[in-house]
Every structure is written in C-alpha cells, then in structure tokens.
C-alpha cells in the first residue's frame, strides 16, 4: 500500500503487477514505465518488470489499514486481466469484501472480460467499478460496465485522446477527465472537455476534471494550478473556465429488502388471517 498522488484516490494498492497494451490508451503507459525502473532499481516484487504477475503478499494489506481510506486497487496493472487466475480474482474480491470500512476502486480496459465474470464475484458496495475510454472506439467499455452489479460505476476518459460526444451516461456515477502527460502525450482539447461535462451535467453525473497533461495544453496560461506550489496543482493545471471540478460520486446506501410476509386465505371465514404462533409466514418463491 502506497500513498498515492492521483488527484481522485488516497491510497493504491497491487494485488497484481503487469500488464499488456490492447488499445490507444496503452501507448504511453505509466505504469510499464515506472515498472522497468522499479526493476532496474531491485525491488523484488517488481523482478518481472511489467509482465503480468500476481502478488499473493499483498492480500493482507488491506487489513492492516486502520484508518477509512479511499484505494485504487491496481494502479499497476489490470485486475481483470484474462490471464489472472479467476481464483486469485475472487481472493482479491474477498478481501476487498472484508474491508467495508475502506473504498476499492476498480478500473479496467477489459471491459468485455468484467462483464463476463461479473455475475460470479461479490459486489458489496465499497467496490467502485470503473472503465478507461480514451477514445469513441473503445465506447462499448460503458455498456459492459452498466451490466456489472457495482453499486458505484465511473468511467476514466483518460488520456482523453479524441472527442467523445455520445458517452451515454445512463446509470454512470462518476466521469474523470485528463490529458495525457509525458514528453510524448497526445494533445487534449479543450471543446472535448466542455462537451464532457455538459453530458454530465444532463445526466446529473459527478464530474472531476484531474489535468491538462501539460501546460502547454492548457487552454488558459495563467492558470495558478499549474505552479507547483499551487495546494490543486496537477500536471498542465486542473482549471477549466477558471474553476477546479473535483466531484466525487455520492455514496449510495444499501436497503435491504425485508421478506414479504404472505399471509393465506382461511377457507372458514374467506378472510385474510394472521398466522397463530406455530405458523410461519411464508418467505420462499411462487417460481
């Protein structure tokens, strides 16, 4: 467990390690990067540098954590990567079940796998579910999200690479926004960020705009988050239209329904009785 410096997290924590590239998104990843260095500087959890490798140490961690804390579980990888032994993904879930004082965000590009294995695993709700869409050719990523019992679902529209104008929010909690950074990122517009938050906003969706990526993306120059100084800085600044968005999706209770009690219909009276002390109301199925 690590503290973390992504805008919308607290902690990360890496049940997994290792990943590979399956779409745009991918060219320019982080955490390939940081991994090869993590290698090269000797820590053994990273000694197969980013190939996919599962970390059964790390399962206690959570436990251990005493204070509430917001996780971002795999910041180094993908949980639902199709090569991780679906066993070791219901073991990763059972933790997570096992901590509901902690909030787990999920996040994947392997949308159609989610949704495949959802059904199988325990959803309670400190599991945020989400999905990285960079581009409109990776939308289906939302569909299959909507499918998934996650009580709290997000999309993470980063790096945003291209203009994204038919999301279909539906049933969406939360929308993270941000440009690519690195001395090769791919420039963000600033009309694909407002068109963003205005289908939030129709859809009543918390919207939280992370960065720019670089400054030189930043539609104003003055922006004070750009400083380093700055108490919001983040990397290219985080202001849009001179203000910070950093919305959080609310979080929802749970009510559990009680049995319905059916009560039968006595043949004497033709009326509805209550059942005497020794009967039971029925709490089973008509199907």
């Known amino acids: 467990m690590a503290q973390s410096n992504i805008e919308w997290t607290e902690l990360t924590w890496n049940p997994t390690t290792g ?24 820590m053994k959890k990273y000694a197969n540098g980013f190939k996919l490798t599962i970390q059964p140490d790390a399962l206690n961690i959570p436990y251990q954590l005493k204070k509430p804390s917001t996780i971002f579980v795999n910041s180094m990888s993908d949980l639902f990567h ?16 096992d901590c509901p004082q902690h909030s787990f965000q999920v996040l994947t590009k392997r949308a159609e796998y989610l949704s495949k294995v959802a059904s199988k695993l325990d959803w309670t ?10 581009d409109d050719k990776v939308l ?15 999309v993470s529209l980063e790096p945003l690479i291209g203009p994204l104008t038919n999301l279909k929010l539906k049933n ?14 791919r420039p963000i ?7 963003i938050q205005n289908q939030c906003r129709k859809e009543k969706v918390a919207f ?10 930043n539609h104003d120059p003055l922006d004070p988050s750009i400083d380093s100084d700055h108490p919001n800085h983040a990397k290219g600044g985080c202001m849009l239209n001179g203000k910070i968005y950093r919305e959080m999706p609310t979080k929802k209770p749970i009510v559990r329904k009680q049995p319905t009690k059916i009560y039968l219909r006595s043949s004497r009276t033709n009326s509805m009785e209550k059942p005497s002390k020794n009967y ?8």
């Open 82 to 97: 199709e090569e991780i032994p679906f066993e070791y993904l219901q073991q990763v879930f059972k933790v997570m079940n």
């Open 208 to 217: 939280f705009f992370k960065q720019w990526g670089k400054a030189e993306f």
């Open 125 to 134: 709700p400190n599991i945020w579910m989400g999905v990285s869409v960079e």
């Open 19 to 42: 990943c590979n590239k399956i779409s745009a998104g991918c060219k320019f990843c982080y955490a390939e990067v940081m991994s090869k260095r993590l290698q090269a500087m000797g």
């Open 280 to 287: 039971l109301p029925y709490q089973g199925s008509f199907l």
């Open 140 to 154: 289906n990523r939302i569909d299959y999200l909507r499918e998934t019992p996650a009580v709290i679902k997000f």
């Open 172 to 185: 969406i909690d939360w929308a993270i926004v941000g440009g690519e950074s690195g001395f090769k990122a």
């Open 189 to 195: 517009q600033k009309e694909w960020v407002e068109d």
